[in-house]
């Protein structure tokens, strides 16, 4: 599924610059509060969700080629994390959601 498509369905804080890229896709989702177990599990092109905020996020969200972080529970996004995901074309989006309901709605999308 297209990232543009689901960040207009989601409707959710984006708290990165988006450039609109109509080739980005997302195959599937990883839910995952452990930074170990991302790298361990999550699949090229996964949608992570996460409580985590710190920058250590988007270093993982590279390593794995992860092209979008979602934050739930209204976590706290530190002012250094958006401004790495900025530098390495990571899209970072915040919800007010719960995990399980975030997870909810990206299996209704199809995902």
């Given at each position: 599924?297209?990232?543009?498509?689901?960040?207009?369905?989601?409707?959710?804080?984006?708290?990165?610059?988006f450039q609109i890229n109509e080739?980005?896709?997302?195959?599937?989702?990883?839910?995952?509060?452990?930074?170990?177990?991302?790298?361990?599990?999550?699949?090229?092109?996964?949608?992570?969700?996460?409580?985590?905020?710190?920058?250590?996020?988007?270093?993982?969200?590279?390593?794995?080629?992860?092209?979008?972080?979602?934050?739930?529970?209204?976590?706290?996004?530190?002012?250094?994390?958006?401004?790495?995901?900025?530098?390495?074309?990571?899209?970072?989006?915040?919800?007010q959601d719960l995990t399980y309901?975030?997870?909810?709605?990206?299996?209704?999308?199809?995902?």
């Amino acid at each position: 599924m297209k990232i543009n498509e689901i960040i207009n369905k989601l409707n959710y804080e984006l708290l990165t610059n988006f450039q609109i890229n109509e080739n980005l896709e997302a195959n599937g989702v990883y839910i995952s509060d452990l930074l170990s177990d991302v790298i361990g599990n999550a699949q090229k092109g996964n949608i992570w969700v996460t409580l985590q905020g710190h920058i250590n996020i988007v270093a993982v969200a590279v390593l794995k080629e992860l092209p979008l972080i979602i934050i739930s529970k209204n976590g706290t996004v530190e002012e250094n994390t958006i401004q790495k995901a900025n530098e390495e074309d990571i899209i970072l989006l915040k919800s007010q959601d719960l995990t399980y309901q975030i997870a909810c709605k990206l299996y209704k999308l199809g995902l």
